[in-house]
């Protein structure tokens, strides 16, 4: 498949990365903000913690394939 191969529809897939980041980002503030609240009320819920945690290595790794994408197309 064509598409797949270096340098063809590279904004299509620095978009596809950009979205996946966006994603990363809000479901990283949603389970931070669920830590916290759970965490004020006096229940500790670990697993939360662990989501942030996931979700920001998720966005450092969209990221970077994001602008590796975006550095081909200008």
Not at 23 to 51: M, Q, S
């Amino acid at each position: 498949m064509d598409f797949f191969d270096r340098g063809t529809a590279e904004r299509f897939k620095a978009g596809a990365h950009g979205t996946l980041e966006g994603l990363a980002v809000l479901f990283g503030a949603y389970n931070a903000l669920a830590f916290l609240d759970r965490l004020r009320r006096g229940r500790v819920e670990w697993h939360l913690a662990l989501n942030v945690s996931v979700y920001a290595c998720v966005y450092a790794f969209e990221r970077s394939k994001r602008r590796h994408h975006h550095q081909k197309v200008t």
